[in-house]
Every structure is written in structure tokens, then in C-alpha cells.
């Protein structure tokens, strides 16, 4: 409980740096995007906090360089 | 391309400073751990795995520079939208970004937390070390490039010192024969580890093109002051891993996590000033704070071109969020990152680091062909 409550706080402080800024310039795309990336990481990271799997990045990675990784160790090795 | 990101192409840092910066962002997070698996593969040959590495990277020095210099002005996403069309460049520079930004910052940040954990505080959790050093890395990132810059200017006479002081006093300590047999298996087992140096120190080297030469004050002095800084930075590796090899020997380095903590430790003056490693990570901490700091720079200023945004400070704090998420995420275990490190790490900064140079390349020469026929 209290890791979701630490998350929230800092989203709602970093919203509170930022939004005010970006709309008295009337920065529209600007505030959809940090919109946008604060809401993955705020929800990512109460997910993380819950000790749920969230998807690796890595293993696509790995998924993806297979074919190239093995092709360049047959020649390094 | 007009109106975006206009603010940060005002921002000027000296070839000094790049230079300096450079050298930083080459030393990063190698100095934590090349000397591990320079030895794994090259046993006591390591130290010419690491030099070979190391020269061999000034030809790729070089092809980064003739991309920068090939639209002085432009930084690297600017350069993908005019060479390769507006809609194929936008994309290709998320792809990156968005895969630099986990595997660059990310990674790096795991070995922050990791090195602290594992060698100094045990007991800390590694999520508050990471959230600690991501604020620390945000708030260098939002002050911009040439606050980075001069407080690089600032740090680097301590890492300087902290350095010497390492290699006076573990010197003593030396055995010659520890190199010895000399190339006893040829030339093949030395590639792997001078490519993994490559692929650390060299190859990460393209992200700084979003700074090289549209943010040098003095653009005839840049090409020069960033092979001094790679050089410099490689130098300063060559240095730990020939260490680690005469005063370790090519077994402990290999099998020690951290080498060259491992051999800080091993300071000892007439059985007085001893275990002051924790005094030596500082030097640690300033090149691994200075490379995330960079990556940061240059991806949030990067995302702020693809999307035409007119500031990037707006993103930084819920990058910096997700930092410190993703960092936590990226490896679930030393063991996987031991794996991902050699099996994936490798092709990816060598299709990043190689392949998309070539590419910006022959699009360039391509288009400066039809445009004179």
C-alpha cells in the first residue's frame, strides 16, 4: 500500500510541476505527450509495485537479434 | 523541420567540455565491468583485446564524424528526416530512441544498483538507489547541456585523481609474468572481447551526434576534440584492464563480478591506508552519472524533434519515472544480464552503431549524386 501511495504522490507532484507551465504556453502536443509517458509509468510502476511481471523489453530484443547473434558468434567463437 | 527544438540548437558547449564529455561517456559503465569479460574469453591476453578494441574504434570515431559533419547543423534524428523522407526518418528515430532508451540508460542504471548492493550497502533495497540516482540524473538533464558541461569540466580533475591515486598505489603490487604466455592461442579468441569493447564503449558513441557539431561552439576544433576524448577514455580502460591482469591475474578478474573494485581493494600502503575503495567509487559514480546524463539528454531532445515539440524539459520527469521503472524491469538476474549482455548486447549496438551510420551514409552519398546529375 505504501509503494501505490509514494507513486502517486510523485506523479501528482510531477503533474503539478508541469501541467500549470504547459498550459498557460498553450503547449498542446507537449501536454499529451508527458500526459501520455507519466500515465505508462505511474501504472507500470504500481503494477511493478504489486510484484506483477510486467513484459521485458530484452527478450523481444532477443527474439528479434537471434538470427544475427547466432550468425556472428558461429564466427566469433 | 522549422520552429522545433529551436532553444537547444542555441545551446553551445566548448570542444573542451565535449571533449571531456566524450571521454566520460566512453568510460561510463565499462570501468565497473570490462575487465571481467575481457578476461572470461582473452584470459591473460585481455589487455591486447582491450588495446585492439580500442584503436580499431577510431575507424567507427571516424564515420561518426563524417556523418556529422555531413550536415553540420542538423543533429542525428534532424539528419534521418532529410536523408531517408520525413515519414521513414520519424519512424526509424522512434524505433531508435525508443530501444536506446531501454537498453542505454536502463541497463546502465541496473549496474548503478546492482554495484552499490552488491559491493557497499547489501541491505539497501535497489529500487530507492535507483530512484536516488534518477532524480540526481533528471535534475542534471533539466538544468541542460551546458550546466553537463561545466559541471563535467569541474568533475574530471577529481576523477583524474582518483585515478592516479589508484594506479600509484596498487602499482607496488604488480607481477610481471601474470601476461605471460603471450598470444599462446592466436589471434581468434582476442576478437569476441575486443568487439564487446566495441560494443560498450564505441558504438553507444553515435548518440552523441545529437550534440556533435550543432552544439560545439568551436566546430573546427570538434572533430579533434572527440577522438581525444575517446582515445582518452580508452586509455583509461586499457589502464584498469592491464591492472586487473598483473595484479589480479586473468582468474579472479574473470570470475569477480566487479574487477576493478576488486582491485582497489587490494590497496595497501606500508599496512596503513587500506580498504578505501568506497573513497575510490567515486570515480565511478561520476563517469557512470555523466553517461546516463547524456543518454537522457540526447533521447528527450531526440523525442522532442520526432513529435516537433518546441521544449523538452516536459518529458524529462515522467522519463525519469520510467527510468527507474524500466531499470528494475530490463534484468531480472546477474545471470540474464551476463547472457544479454554478450548474446543480444552486441548485435544491437553493432546494427545502432555500424549498420545505421552505413545507411545515413549511402543515403547521403545517394542523394548528393542525384542532386548534382
Given at each position: 500500500m505504501v509503494p501505490i501511495i509514494g507513486i502517486l504522490a510523485s506523479a501528482l507532484l510531477i503533474a503539478m510541476i508541469e501541467i500549470p507551465n504547459l498550459l498557460k504556453k498553450n503547449l498542446k502536443r507537449e501536454f499529451w505527450l508527458f500526459s501520455i509517458l507519466l500515465l505508462i509509468g505511474t501504472v507500470g510502476s504500481i503494477l511493478k509495485s504489486l510484484n506483477v511481471n510486467l513484459p521485458n523489453p530484452f527478450d523481444f530484443l532477443t527474439a528479434v537479434y537471434k538470427p544475427f547473434s547466432d550468425f556472428l558468434f558461429g564466427f566469433l567463437e | 523541420m522549422k520552429g522545433n527544438v529551436i532553444m537547444e540548437q542555441n545551446t553551445k558547449i566548448s570542444s573542451n567540455q565535449f571533449m571531456i564529455l566524450v571521454m566520460l561517456f566512453t568510460i561510463g559503465s565499462a570501468i565497473l565491468f570490462i575487465p571481467s569479460g575481457q578476461a572470461h574469453y582473452a584470459k591473460q591476453n585481455a589487455w591486447i583485446a582491450t588495446i585492439l578494441g580500442v584503436v580499431g574504434g577510431l575507424c567507427f570515431i571516424r564515420l561518426y564524424i563524417g556523418i556529422g559533419n555531413l550536415?553540420?547543423?542538423?543533429n542525428l534524428m534532424q539528419l534521418n528526416e532529410k536523408l531517408l523522407g520525413k515519414w521513414v526518418g520519424k519512424s526509424l528515430s522512434l524505433v531508435f530512441l525508443l530501444f536506446l532508451f531501454l537498453t542505454g540508460p536502463a541497463s546502465a542504471m541496473f549496474f548503478v544498483g546492482n554495484f552499490i548492493t552488491s559491493q557497499i550497502m547489501p541491505s539497501t533495497p535497489v529500487p530507492s538507489i535507483h530512484i536516488l540516482f534518477t532524480i540526481v540524473i533528471i535534475m542534471g538533464v533539466y538544468l541542460g547541456l551546458e550546466t553537463i558541461g561545466r559541471s563535467a569540466e569541474i568533475m574530471i580533475p577529481w576523477f583524474i585523481f582518483l585515478f592516479m591515486i589508484m594506479v600509484i598505489f596498487v602499482s607496488?603490487?604488480?607481477?610481471?609474468?601474470?601476461?605471460?604466455?603471450?598470444l599462446d592461442k592466436g589471434i581468434h579468441p582476442i576478437l569476441l572481447p575486443a568487439v564487446s569493447l566495441l560494443s560498450v564503449c564505441?558504438?553507444?558513441?553515435?548518440?552523441l551526434l545529437m550534440i556533435?557539431?550543432?552544439?560545439?561552439?568551436?566546430s573546427v576544433q570538434a572533430p579533434k576534440a572527440f577522438y581525444t576524448g575517446y582515445l582518452l577514455g580508452g586509455g583509461v580502460l586499457i589502464i584498469i584492464v592491464v591492472l586487473c591482469i598483473l595484479i589480479l591475474g586473468p582468474g579472479i578478474t574473470a570470475r569477480s563480478l566487479y574487477p576493478s573494485y576488486t582491485l582497489v581493494k587490494k590497496i595497501d600502503v606500508g599496512d596503513?591506508?587500506?580498504?578505501?575503495e568506497a573513497v575510490m567509487a567515486i570515480m565511478w559514480f561520476i563517469s557512470l552519472y555523466f553517461r546516463l546524463t547524456l543518454y537522457c539528454y540526447a533521447i528527450a531532445i531526440g523525442i522532442a524533434q520526432v513529435f516537433n515539440l518546441?521544449?523538452?524539459?516536459?518529458l524529462l520527469l515522467p522519463m525519469g519515472m520510467l527510468l527507474a521503472l524500466y531499470s528494475l524491469i530490463v534484468y531480472p538476474s546477474t545471470a540474464y544480464e551476463q547472457t544479454w549482455d554478450t548474446r543480444t548486447w552486441i548485435p544491437y549496438t553493432i546494427s545502432i552503431g555500424v549498420f545505421y551510420p552505413l545507411l545515413l551514409l549511402g543515403a547521403a552519398i545517394f542523394r548528393k549524386r542525384s542532386q548534382s546529375s
Amino acid at each position: 500500500m505504501v509503494p501505490i501511495i509514494g507513486i502517486l504522490a510523485s506523479a501528482l507532484l510531477i503533474a503539478m510541476i508541469e501541467i500549470p507551465n504547459l498550459l498557460k504556453k498553450n503547449l498542446k502536443r507537449e501536454f499529451w505527450l508527458f500526459s501520455i509517458l507519466l500515465l505508462i509509468g505511474t501504472v507500470g510502476s504500481i503494477l511493478k509495485s504489486l510484484n506483477v511481471n510486467l513484459p521485458n523489453p530484452f527478450d523481444f530484443l532477443t527474439a528479434v537479434y537471434k538470427p544475427f547473434s547466432d550468425f556472428l558468434f558461429g564466427f566469433l567463437e | 523541420m522549422k520552429g522545433n527544438v529551436i532553444m537547444e540548437q542555441n545551446t553551445k558547449i566548448s570542444s573542451n567540455q565535449f571533449m571531456i564529455l566524450v571521454m566520460l561517456f566512453t568510460i561510463g559503465s565499462a570501468i565497473l565491468f570490462i575487465p571481467s569479460g575481457q578476461a572470461h574469453y582473452a584470459k591473460q591476453n585481455a589487455w591486447i583485446a582491450t588495446i585492439l578494441g580500442v584503436v580499431g574504434g577510431l575507424c567507427f570515431i571516424r564515420l561518426y564524424i563524417g556523418i556529422g559533419n555531413l550536415y553540420p547543423h542538423m543533429n542525428l534524428m534532424q539528419l534521418n528526416e532529410k536523408l531517408l523522407g520525413k515519414w521513414v526518418g520519424k519512424s526509424l528515430s522512434l524505433v531508435f530512441l525508443l530501444f536506446l532508451f531501454l537498453t542505454g540508460p536502463a541497463s546502465a542504471m541496473f549496474f548503478v544498483g546492482n554495484f552499490i548492493t552488491s559491493q557497499i550497502m547489501p541491505s539497501t533495497p535497489v529500487p530507492s538507489i535507483h530512484i536516488l540516482f534518477t532524480i540526481v540524473i533528471i535534475m542534471g538533464v533539466y538544468l541542460g547541456l551546458e550546466t553537463i558541461g561545466r559541471s563535467a569540466e569541474i568533475m574530471i580533475p577529481w576523477f583524474i585523481f582518483l585515478f592516479m591515486i589508484m594506479v600509484i598505489f596498487v602499482s607496488p603490487q604488480i607481477k610481471w609474468d601474470a601476461v605471460q604466455p603471450i598470444l599462446d592461442k592466436g589471434i581468434h579468441p582476442i576478437l569476441l572481447p575486443a568487439v564487446s569493447l566495441l560494443s560498450v564503449c564505441t558504438f553507444p558513441l553515435i548518440i552523441l551526434l545529437m550534440i556533435f557539431p550543432s552544439c560545439i561552439s568551436n566546430s573546427v576544433q570538434a572533430p579533434k576534440a572527440f577522438y581525444t576524448g575517446y582515445l582518452l577514455g580508452g586509455g583509461v580502460l586499457i589502464i584498469i584492464v592491464v591492472l586487473c591482469i598483473l595484479i589480479l591475474g586473468p582468474g579472479i578478474t574473470a570470475r569477480s563480478l566487479y574487477p576493478s573494485y576488486t582491485l582497489v581493494k587490494k590497496i595497501d600502503v606500508g599496512d596503513f591506508l587500506q580498504r578505501i575503495e568506497a573513497v575510490m567509487a567515486i570515480m565511478w559514480f561520476i563517469s557512470l552519472y555523466f553517461r546516463l546524463t547524456l543518454y537522457c539528454y540526447a533521447i528527450a531532445i531526440g523525442i522532442a524533434q520526432v513529435f516537433n515539440l518546441k521544449e523538452h524539459r516536459p518529458l524529462l520527469l515522467p522519463m525519469g519515472m520510467l527510468l527507474a521503472l524500466y531499470s528494475l524491469i530490463v534484468y531480472p538476474s546477474t545471470a540474464y544480464e551476463q547472457t544479454w549482455d554478450t548474446r543480444t548486447w552486441i548485435p544491437y549496438t553493432i546494427s545502432i552503431g555500424v549498420f545505421y551510420p552505413l545507411l545515413l551514409l549511402g543515403a547521403a552519398i545517394f542523394r548528393k549524386r542525384s542532386q548534382s546529375s
